[in-house]
C-alpha cells in the first residue's frame, strides 16, 4: 500500500478541515488505516483508525465528537473531518495502514506504512 496525504493548512480556532489519503488499494479486509499527529516536542499520537472490512473506528478521546475518520471505496481514499479545531490539533497529520487484528488500534507502533504528512496551524 502506497499513500499520499492532502488537505492541511492553516486555519483559526472553531474553523474545519478535511484530510484526504488516497490509497494504492483498500482491499484487504485485515487492512486498517488511520490518521496520526505529532506536535512539536510530543510524541507521535494516534488520532482516528478505521478498519477496512468492517468500517469499525477508534477514535482517541480529545477528538471524539470533532473528528470524524470515513472512507470512499470508489476513490480508494480515506478522510478526515476535522471540525472544531483549537490550537491544541496543530501537528503533522499522518496517515498509515498496516494489517492488524481485532480493533483497529491507535498506537502508532502497529503501523508500517505511512505517507508524507501534512501539516495542520490551528491559530
Known amino acids: 500500500v502506497q499513500l499520499v496525504e492532502s488537505g492541511g493548512g492553516s486555519v483559526q480556532a472553531g474553523g474545519s478541515l478535511r484530510l484526504s489519503c488516497v490509497a494504492s488499494?483498500?482491499?484487504?479486509?485485515?487492512?486498517?488505516m488511520g490518521w496520526f499527529r505529532q506536535a512539536p516536542g510530543k510524541e507521535l499520537e494516534g488520532v482516528a483508525t478505521f478498519r477496512i472490512g468492517s468500517g469499525a473506528t477508534n477514535n482517541a478521546s480529545s477528538v471524539k465528537g470533532r473528528f470524524t475518520i470515513s472512507r470512499d471505496n470508489a476513490k480508494n481514499t480515506l478522510y478526515l473531518q476535522m471540525n472544531n479545531l483549537q490550537p491544541e490539533d496543530t501537528a503533522m497529520y499522518y496517515c498509515a495502514a498496516g494489517f492488524l487484528l481485532g480493533v483497529a488500534s491507535l498506537n502508532p507502533s502497529r503501523y508500517n506504512t505511512w505517507g508524507q504528512g501534512t501539516q495542520v496551524t490551528v491559530s
Open positions: 488499494e483498500l482491499t484487504d479486509r485485515s487492512l486498517c
